[in-house]
Each structure stands twice: as C-alpha cells, then as structure tokens.
C-alpha cells in the first residue's frame, strides 16, 4: 500500500521501484502515479546456493561490508573477531 506523501515530493526522480505485489496501487494512486516510470521487482530471496567454503561466505569489516579476502586489519571470520598483520 503505498504511502502518504505531497505532491511534488520526489518531482526530481522519474523512476519508481516497488514490491511487485504493490505496483498497481501505486500506479493508481494520485501523488505517486506521477512517476514517469513504475517498476514492480520481486522481493525476497529466489534461488539461494552455498558454497562449499564458508570462508569465504562469512568474512566482514569492522562496518559490516562482506569481504572475500582477509585485509590487513580487523577481520570478522565466522562471527570472531582476528586480527591480520
């Protein structure tokens, strides 16, 4: 459902993207039909695969960025935390 907003809110932006489920609502309604462009794009996770290792999977920087490769620092390996020197 979308949500309350005035007119002229987003008058800069000309593309739009939405739950998929939500779109025809927000085509309809009066402010945010006023996009030039509105996408409905699916949500959640479709198709998941794991990898066979984890360290690769499972490796972060003191801000939460997923890394693939240790750095020299603070690395967070499968929730604890390393130090690389």
């Known amino acids: 459902m979308p949500q309350t ?3 002229g809110t987003f008058s800069a ?3 739009l ?3 998929e ?3 025809d609502a927000y085509r309809k309604s009066p402010i945010w039909s006023n996009f030039a ?3 409905g794009v699916a949500t959640g ?3 998941l695969q794991t990898s066979n290792d984890q360290r690769l999977s499972s490796i972060y920087n003191l801000s939460g960025k997923r890394l693939y490769k240790t750095f020299k620092g603070v690395n967070i390996i499968n929730g ?3 130090i690389s020197k």
């Open 5 to 7: 907003i005035y007119d």
């Open 13 to 15: 932006f000309k593309k």
């Open 17 to 19: 993207i939405v739950p």
């Open 21 to 23: 489920e939500s779109a």
């Open 37 to 39: 462009y509105i996408n």
């Open 45 to 47: 996770i479709d198709d």
């Open 80 to 82: 604890k935390k390393y």
